[in-house]
């Protein structure tokens, strides 16, 4: 295969990925996984994120299956605690081993993976998600990964959430109210964001389509009550975006400069004249100041945020 990292299991992140049986010959064991992950700093990463790689395989030499708990059923009492009637059952040896065994052949989803590194040998803890949830430790002498290609960026790297505080300029003064912004990029075309937040006792959730999020962001001020105006950089007339490509949820506060045209903003946005003033204007979207000032058509924003609102 292409790509081979030996004896190196934290370069891998685990979580959801999925492991099935190729081999076992009661001492070294192939297993093939789905949905692993490798970081984005091991070598046989060139890309700038964690990415998701096609299909990997990984080989456990001199394996030893030391025991396997199957996770019990629990409930809450009256009180809103958790307890099970459910005896603690934890196989061993030979019985743990064929009941390992008989899972990888099923395949199964792993929640966490706990690496214990101990002398010669490495002791590994694993938790599995539903429908087969179980916890069951192994240890081995060495372990090696190997893939041929990468599918798509990790995806942890396409669902972020960010938290935020906004003001809002009411019919009784300024306030302040929090702000969840969710963005699944895992359609890198058409990313799906989401907005939510709360106005007297009101939950206001809307959603967007724009990788920059300025539609999301125009639906919130059309969910708000008339007179009740978002106060913060994206809606305020010095909130410029970059001409050359701009990240979501910057812009950059152009006040005291005159910027008339697209043209201007190019002209200004040259690094090597402005670039400690560009990054030193550089604002998040929930930013305010005292100098805010509403956008209007009277008067040249580069930013879409006055079009989205009108559509």
Not at 80 to 97: L, M, R, S, V
Not at 275 to 290: F, H, L, M, Q, V
Request: charged letters at 25%; glycine letters at 4%.
């Amino acid at each position: 295969m292409k790509y081979c990292v030996e004896d190196q299991l934290e370069l891998f992140e685990f979580h959801d990925s999925v492991f099935s049986l190729e081999s076992f010959d009661r001492k070294d064991l192939i297993v093939s996984v789905k949905h692993l992950n490798i970081h984005e700093d091991a070598k046989e990463n060139s890309h700038d994120c964690d990415m998701e790689i096609t299909s990997a395989t990984i080989s456990f030499q001199n394996i030893h299956i030391l025991s396997l708990e199957p996770m019990r059923a629990y409930q809450l009492d009256a009180n809103g605690n958790w307890y099970t009637d459910e005896p603690q059952i934890i196989f061993t040896g030979k019985d743990a081993e064929e009941k390992f065994i008989n899972e990888l052949e099923n395949g199964f989803s792993i929640n966490y993976i706990d690496i214990r590194h101990l002398g010669e040998h490495t002791t590994i803890e694993i938790g599995t998600n539903s429908p087969k949830y179980f916890i069951a430790i192994f240890s081995f002498s060495n372990v090696s990964v190997e893939w041929d290609a990468y599918c798509k960026k990790a995806w942890y790297t396409l669902h972020k959430c960010y938290r935020y505080e906004i003001t809002l300029l009411t019919p009784h003064g300024e306030q302040k109210i929090p702000l969840h912004v969710s963005c699944n990029q895992e359609d890198e075309t058409h990313p799906a964001i989401s907005l939510c937040t709360k106005y007297k006792d009101q939950e206001i959730q809307v959603y967007g389509k724009d990788y920059l999020w300025i539609d999301a962001w125009a639906d919130l001020q059309k969910h708000l009550p008339e007179g009740v105006i978002l106060k913060c950089c994206l809606t305020c007339r010095h909130g410029n975006m970059c001409p050359f490509g701009n990240k979501p949820g910057e812009v950059f506060c152009t006040k005291g400069i005159e910027i008339m045209t697209k043209n201007d903003m190019c002209d200004w946005f040259d690094y090597t004249k402005n670039g400690t003033e560009i990054e030193k204007r550089s604002r998040r979207y929930a930013d305010t100041c005292e100098d805010y000032k509403h956008q209007s058509w009277d008067f040249y924003t580069y930013n879409d945020y006055l079009y989205e609102l009108n559509k």
